[in-house]
């Protein structure tokens, strides 16, 4: 079974730019979260959906924004692109809600590098 | 602010030995903490996850150590191997949101 996949793998923008990151979770899965992992550090949750929904969004500005399809994939969006959302942003998904034994299956990520 | 502190940084095993990396936490409304191992190039799988009743939980060679009253909680790896060399990161759960520690670097040396 394919695990969660990510477009692009990479990317290059110039500041002030908006940048589009895709995701396709498992099938079956019906959660999707984004996480920011910015070099050395851990991964900082931005969004969580389920069912198409918003259920859960981290301490992000709003140029940041997400949004999930009827075949459960997922797109998260940044606005005005600055130097500092360069970062590795990871999609996880998960059957329902994670956690109480709903496992987090990351996807290898995308990395934006902002110029 | 960091919500769940990680240490140490960076851990140097030798081949057999036990690695522990250590977390702690002041938000007691966590009630979910997992433990991911990241390799590069990959994102983090997850290895091992326990709730705040339970002290201890063991899968194979990891163990968690659950401390409710001190809010702190650590990933033993009992006979470390060369494969384990990774990141570890521990995390906590509060609603629906993920908090992450900073992570711990581990090298086990054949």
């Known amino acids: 079974d394919a695990g969660v996949t990510q477009s692009p793998t990479h990317l290059i923008k110039t500041r002030g730019q908006h940048v589009t990151l895709r995701c396709s979770p498992i099938?079956?899965?019906?959660?999707v979260s984004w996480y920011q992992q910015v070099l050395g550090q851990g991964p900082q949750f931005i969004f969580q959906?389920?069912?198409?929904?918003?259920?859960g969004r981290g301490n992000f500005p709003d140029r940041f924004s997400a949004r999930q399809f009827p075949n459960y994939s997922s797109e998260l969006n940044v606005n005005a692109l600055l130097l500092g959302d360069s970062a590795l942003y990871l999609c996880?998904?998960?059957?329902?809600?994670?956690?109480?034994?709903?496992?987090?299956?990351f996807g290898p990520g995308t990395r934006l590098t902002v110029l | 602010q960091q919500q769940v502190k990680q240490s140490p940084q960076s851990l140097i095993v030798q081949k057999g030995g036990i690695s522990i990396i250590n977390c702690a936490y002041e938000?007691?409304?966590?009630?979910?903490f997992p433990w991911y191992q990241q390799f590069p190039g990959k994102g983090p799988a997850l290895l091992i996850a326990?709730?705040?009743?339970?002290s201890e939980k063991k899968e194979g060679r990891f163990t968690i150590s659950f401390n409710k009253s001190a809010k702190q909680f650590s990933l033993h790896i009992m006979d470390s191997q060369p494969g384990d060399s990774a990141t570890y990161f521990c995390?906590?759960?509060?609603?629906?949101?993920?908090?992450f520690g900073t992570g711990t670097s581990l090298t086990v040396i054949p």
């Open positions: 326990i709730r705040p009743d339970v």
């Open positions: 099938s079956g899965h019906k959660s």
């Open positions: 996880a998904s998960s059957k329902g809600l994670a956690g109480d034994g709903n496992t987090q299956y």
């Open positions: 995390a906590a759960r509060a609603g629906n949101q993920f908090y």
């Open positions: 959906y389920y069912e198409k929904e918003e259920r």
């Open positions: 938000n007691t409304a966590f009630d979910y």
